[in-house]
């Protein structure tokens, strides 16, 4: 069981297992792209990269050097609600790698040349994802369920025109307001005890600066009206990406874990209802899936495939009329069955390793989720029903209040997947390479 310290006021979770003379390290900001200043949408994942083109006594080429030499490796990652450091470490120098951690944490340089190479890296990393057709799909959705002004609709990564009005001076400012020791929890496992976790926090948590931190946020996301198509054109597609779904679950709904369940017969194993339709019946797209995503307000239900041009708007009415008999004709005891076991069985996989047990606890602390959500899962998957399940998708999934994404190439399918959606209200035909 993963054991919970509080040192210097921060939580810290261990999750030993020391058959393998290695070392995880979690640090997490409790921020994220939610507190972006207006207009400079990409500032918090900037910062956090920053974090890793130089601190106190190395440059950004030493730096590398530096954890290539300790035998760890470092990665990072920016999400609407959390920023976070998660490395690995060969044993004996895991003291030596929070030491480094704590440099880049509490004493970055922050120069203005390093930003500047940053910011145009990022532009041009944010042009190249034109080029991913999946990428398009997915901001669109993002953009078109949650609206602009909204974190989850936003995203971390910003837009050329956001990350353009960022300096140095924004950076720094970051900085300060938000890595402090009472925004920051920290994780360990692998082969390390409470003791030794204990001091390698003090090792990191020392170096940061006190003080309160900006609350949380994140608000509950509006409800976007109506069924509305978002076409994102494209020049010359032969394939389609279509992303259809709207509000789903938050964690803390007493239906959460029915509606995921139901999720999951509707479109989350090779068996579901969408793979068997649309790809082993029809061979529309070669993957047809639905799915809830978790944050710490109510986040999106998506089903996404993608199919060939010329079976889009086929695709697609399939699609809608799958999600309204889910919707409204529920789901069988058989599948309710089947999914339990299915849930159950393959739950093994997510605790396998103590990174994903340390993981769980974390997630439970930074994404303010129920305290048993992890440790009561397969209580809360043994007693669901048929009624739980269809109680929970009509409640939470609403097929007259969608949002259709499609890209592809207007001129020669716009027409068709128009009328492919019933009841349509609105459309938007977006160009491709938009900011």
């Known amino acids: ?9 921060a939580p810290c979770f261990v999750e030993a297992a020391h058959a393998i003379p290695l070392v995880g390290v979690v640090v997490s900001i409790r921020t994220g792209s939610q507190h972006d200043p207006e207009g400079m949408d990409g500032l918090a994942r900037v910062m956090l990269r920053m974090l890793r083109r130089g601190c106190a006594g190395y440059d950004a080429q030493r730096l590398e050097e530096r954890i290539d030499v ?47 190479r940053l910011l145009r890296e990022t532009a041009a990393e944010l042009t ?50 938000h890595v402090l020791r009472s925004n920051v929890v920290l994780g360990f496992s692998g082969d390390v005890t409470e003791a030794e976790a204990g001091a390698l926090s003090h090792r990191i948590l020392g170096a940061l600066a006190d003080g309160p931190h900006p609350p949380d946020a994140i608000l509950p996301p509006p409800v976007a009206r109506g069924r509305r198509l978002v076409f994102v054109d494209k020049p010359a597609r032969t394939q389609t990406q279509i992303l259809c779904g709207g509000l789903g679950t938050h964690p803390h709904d007493p239906d959460h874990v029915a509606l995921a369940a139901g999720t999951a017969i509707f479109g989350g194993t090779f068996t579901s209802r969408l793979m068997k339709e649309v790809r ?17 307000a109510r986040h999106a239900f998506t089903m996404g495939t993608f199919p060939a041009a010329t079976d889009a708007a086929a695709c697609l009415a399939l699609e809608i009329d799958l999600l309204e008999r889910w919707v409204r004709g529920g789901v069988t005891p058989r599948e309710v069955a089947f999914i339990k076991k299915f849930l159950t069985r393959s739950h093994a996989f997510d605790v396998d390793t103590p990174s994903k047990r340390l993981h769980e606890a974390l ?41 259709i994404v499609v890209v592809g190439t207007a001129r020669d399918i716009l027409d068709a997947v ?17 900011d």
Not at 139 to 168: C, K, L
Not at 380 to 399: E, F, L, N, P, Y
């Open 418 to 434: 128009k009328a492919a959606v019933p009841a349509l209200a609105s459309t938007e035909v977006l160009p491709f390479d938009r």
């Open 128 to 177: 190249e994802a034109r080029d991913s057709d999946p990428a398009l799909a997915h901001i669109a959705f993002r953009r078109a369920v949650f609206g602009g002004e909204h974190p989850f609709g936003r995203g971390s990564s910003g837009r050329i025109s956001t990350v353009a009005r960022i300096d140095a001076d924004a950076v720094r400012a970051f900085h300060r307001a």
């Open 363 to 403: 997630d439970v602390e930074l994404l303010h989720l129920p305290a048993t959500y992890h440790s009561g899962y397969l209580d809360h998957v043994r007693g669901i029903t048929k009624d739980a399940v269809d109680q929970a998708v009509t409640t939470r999934i609403s097929t007259d209040d969608l949002t």
């Open 70 to 116: 300790l035998g760890s490796e470092l990665g990072m990652v920016a999400s609407a609600s959390t920023l976070t450091l998660h490395g690995r470490v060969i044993k004996p120098n895991a003291a030596a790698f929070c030491d480094l951690l704590a440099s880049m944490l509490g004493a970055p340089t922050f120069t203005d040349e390093e930003v500047g």
């Open 280 to 296: 082993s019946k029809r061979g529309w797209s070669y993957g047809a899936s639905a799915r809830v995503a978790i944050e710490r």
């Open 1 to 9: 069981m993963t054991a919970r310290l509080d040192v210097l006021g």
